[in-house]
């Protein structure tokens, strides 16, 4: 079962020239699904991690489901004023302008070792953001994982020079 084969490609969307890449018809398929996490649970079963953190909002459905099959805690990072208690934030770059993503002040403590998730990787921005995060709160990133990478748009590299380890399930190359 490929899930590639399972991920859906919407022209043109949000905008002209972008191929926006919907995991929603992997979620939807139940065996679908299951090999995702199946495949996540089997690399991430031998590896000391305290937590599993996810990128909102489909960061949290693949995270969860992971942190709970491997029976550890979940961090929810959410986008600016979404959390409800005291956060801590870190701002990043977007195409025009900056956004900020924000995660609890006692949600990761020194020396944690945290699963940073995702369900896709561009241009590796916000998964930079939340590594900072993570790290200024003392947690120690395992390794950073998304169902999707976009290589052409260069995020793995970016997360790789900044001395971080990165597994995707698959990939979208070009068109």
């Not at 960061?59 to 929810?76: D, K, M, Y």
């Not at 997360?159 to 597994?167: A, C, D, I, P, R």
């Amino acid at each position: 079962m490929s899930i590639k084969s399972r991920i859906r490609t919407i022209r043109h969307y949000p905008k002209q020239g972008i191929m926006f890449r919907d995991i929603t018809t992997l979620l939807k398929d139940p065996v679908g699904l299951r090999v995702t996490i199946n495949e996540l649970v089997n690399r991430y079963t031998a590896v000391k991690i305290d937590r599993v953190a996810g990128i909102e909002a489909r960061g949290f459905i693949i995270g969860s489901a992971l942190a709970f099959q491997l029976g550890v805690g979940f961090v929810p990072i959410r986008k600016k004023g979404k959390l409800p208690a005291e956060t801590v934030g870190q701002d990043y770059e977007l195409e025009y302008g900056t956004d900020r993503i924000e995660i609890h002040v006692d949600a990761v403590a020194e020396g944690e070792r945290i699963l940073l998730v995702d369900d896709l990787i561009a241009t590796g921005g916000t998964a930079e953001a939340a590594c900072t995060l993570i790290e200024s709160m003392g947690g120690k990133i395992i390794e950073c994982c998304f169902v999707i990478d976009l290589p052409d748009l260069g995020g793995c590299k970016r997360l790789e020079k900044n001395g971080q380890k990165v597994f995707s399930l698959c990939e979208f190359e070009g068109d």
